[in-house]
């Protein structure tokens, strides 16, 4: 949802194409478009589409002419394994009319990096196998430049070959952490150097808000629409977050200015964000601002709003811990919530809910206490707590607050869902002083 | 990386285009593509390719067009919101010869959601900016069927203008549940019934494996590819288990039973599911069938064992909780971990593994725990235990089991291999009898 990007410059645009029919079928998910449509836009160059194909050559093919026609670069993803399957080096070199042979260089690196693997691994492995695939992988398209293999697999650099035109593509492994490793690389080559000198870089501003509708957040943008001409500005709902996004070049940044400036004046409380810090980047320097430390007493989540707090690097510093007491008698036998309590109000009740928070402060020695109880479905529900309905109690030096909230039903949501509420309460929590 | 598809029957194929420029920028991961993807496949039609795009009107005329070209069916998801910039409706209808109308019924029932909403949720919304959007929402390709709104936003399904040739085109809105709600009409209606009715459905069959090298898979399905021209067979590593997946014609079941014992004979402890339960579902059903709980002691991973275990529905079966000692302090306060050995040994150690397991199952009166300590990194490594160090340790009833791992260097993947590695630990241990 953007707002008519009527007058956006047209810029320097990238394609991507996502290969492997695990992506395409979701049972992965493709972390690589994401990581690199955040590296280019850094580099100033718009990501125009994604397209994601399994592994059929046509599709391949399809995809490769598709991006071409209105991109100025591509870049694959994916297809470069050992096995005579993985086809993008040699479908990309017969696209930019570059016929692929065996870099005898490149085999020689390719194959130490295997019979390494292999070893240090104390892997049984057929070396027939092993050499067929080696060899795969060191067929190169003529005159294209390689880029020295992260994990085994080489990626490349492919321009078009003399004479034709359209753009370099870039072909890049699919493990994350080696096409990570490549970029740098990719992005030094010089034929992908040429087209990126032509980009100037765009800035970012985030705008995050809690708590507000998206309709009236629509109803702000709307009425100074007319300051916004020429801006990208897109906004999203996610998680219960509304994000405001927007991409503008430097010379833009006064309006940019009086768009943050409105949406904070029309959403004092909403507006927790417009530095790029998430809510788990707040309470987080919050907590280590005030030197205080956190613990978790959670049920329906099992160990999900303790993992989220120390998902983030450093978090030793603040979090001790959380128990996930699942089952009722671990509610008593470890976060000391009366049984009688449980019963009189149900596990799933602010009371517990509290108990759970004072519990969790207690065990872990904590300064502040976080307790969340709720009902994640789709088994559980009773006539007045339907599934989705979770009470969360807060805990501190400064003060408690408590909330009920009521999530989609659909466990996975609830459960993500009441977490991210819970970092929320904390987040006000943390800011009411103290 | 799918094993060449020689000869396989074109079928019914479905492109899907997912809109939204917090797709496209990775702001927010894309659900509903795999979803569609799985929900098509098991009415025999084949997702050739996925196209993501922002909110861009090019774009998306492109995206449309280049999937037209070669499927037989094309689905949109997103852009169907409020504000006047989610533009898929309009330009579905004009890509199909079908100019946008206002749809007065369809005008009506959106406006009533939107009130009941407003009113529902207590908000103070401006009347004139809500109903710009309901008016919005209504506006319909002539001779378009309306899907009814589960939200507020109605799909289309918009077959192209007579007179034209091409795909009907489904427009789905982009929250998942919407979408997920209005699936079941838009596979009703005439003219997507009309292309589903020539499709075959095909079979899947699924083969995991632990701990089997992707080359010597590799070779295996070298030696028998003689047999298994014209199935579809793609092989996938994902968090360090191994998938092969079979896609079949009913006629085809006998040489994919062929492959499934092959790669059963080659790798006898390697594989374990054949009938596609996940390592989860296994250790569920094991626990279950056994009568025994669970309960976790973990440390690097805060909270995120717990949290796996605990995702499955009916999980309350067989796990009793987690406690996520991420300070060492918990570790001696809750799991009784003694100080001493921790500073013999250092937190992350093989005996600390076992305190924790041991002090899991004795705190949550469980049956089987399970300790976890690791290094998730960035910081905390030394010399001998680089970040992804990960000491695993089992007791049960029937015995012990522990495990070091050595999993990537980022902090994300190690904490979430080495909770798939702990799972694995607990299927051989649940699978060792006892």
């Known amino acids: 949802m953007t707002s008519r990007p009527r007058f956006v410059t047209p810029g320097v645009r990238a394609g991507i194409v996502v290969t492997g029919t695990e992506v395409l079928t979701g049972r992965v998910a493709d972390r690589n478009g994401p990581w690199l449509a955040e590296e280019l836009r850094r580099l100033g160059v718009d990501v125009g589409r994604i397209v994601v194909v399994g592994d ?85 398209p003529v005159g294209a430049q390689v880029l020295a293999p992260v994990g085994t697999a080489p990626g490349l650099v492919v321009p078009p070959a003399e004479g034709r035109s359209g753009p370099p593509v870039v072909v890049l492994p699919g493990p994350p952490v080696e096409l990570r490793g490549m970029w740098p690389a990719a992005v030094a080559a010089p034929a992908v150097r040429a087209v990126l000198d032509a980009a100037s870089p765009l800035l970012e501003d985030t705008i ?57 004046g029309d959403f004092p409380t909403g507006v927790f964000s417009t530095d790029g810090r998430t809510v788990d980047d707040l309470i987080g320097d919050a907590l280590v601002a005030r030197g205080w430390t956190v613990g978790v007493g959670e049920s329906c989540t099992g160990g999900l709003l303790g993992a989220r707090l120390t998902a983030r690097a450093g978090s030793s510093a603040y979090v001790l811990g959380s128990v996930a007491a699942y089952h009722d008698r671990a509610k008593t036998s470890l976060l000391g919530v009366p049984p009688e309590l449980i019963e009189a109000h149900g596990a799933v009740s602010v009371e517990v809910a509290e108990a759970l928070a004072d519990g969790a402060r207690r065990a872990f020695g904590a300064d502040v206490g976080i307790g969340l109880t709720g009902i994640a479905g789709p088994g559980g529900a009773t006539a007045d707590k339907p599934v989705g309905t979770v009470e969360l109690a807060l805990v501190a030096p400064s003060g408690r607050r408590r909330r009920t909230v009521r999530v989609p039903r659909d466990r996975q949501e609830v459960r993500t869902r009441s977490v991210t509420a819970a970092l929320h309460e904390l987040r006000l929590l943390l800011g009411d002083g103290g």
């Open 56 to 140: 059929r050559p046509d599709d391949l093919v399809a995809a490769l002419g598709h991006l071409r026609a209105d991109h100025d670069l591509v870049i694959t993803t994916g297809g470069l394994g050992p096995t005579a399957d993985d086809l993008t080096a040699r479908i990309v070199g017969d696209v930019q009319g570059r016929p692929s042979t065996l870099d005898a260089a490149l085999y020689d690196t390719v194959r130490a990096i295997v019979a390494q693997l292999v070893r240090r691994r104390g892997l049984d492995a057929d070396p027939e196998a092993l050499d067929a695939g080696s060899r795969k992988q060191a067929m190169v």
């Open 208 to 264: 995050l808000l809690w708590g507000t509708l998206e309709a009236d957040l629509a109803a702000t943008l709307r009425r100074i629409e007319a300051d916004l001409v020429g801006l990208e500005v897109s906004t999203c709902l996610r998680g219960g977050e509304l994000e405001v996004v927007t991409r503008y070049p430097p010379a833009d940044a006064g309006r940019v200015d009086l768009l943050r400036r409105t949406v904070l």
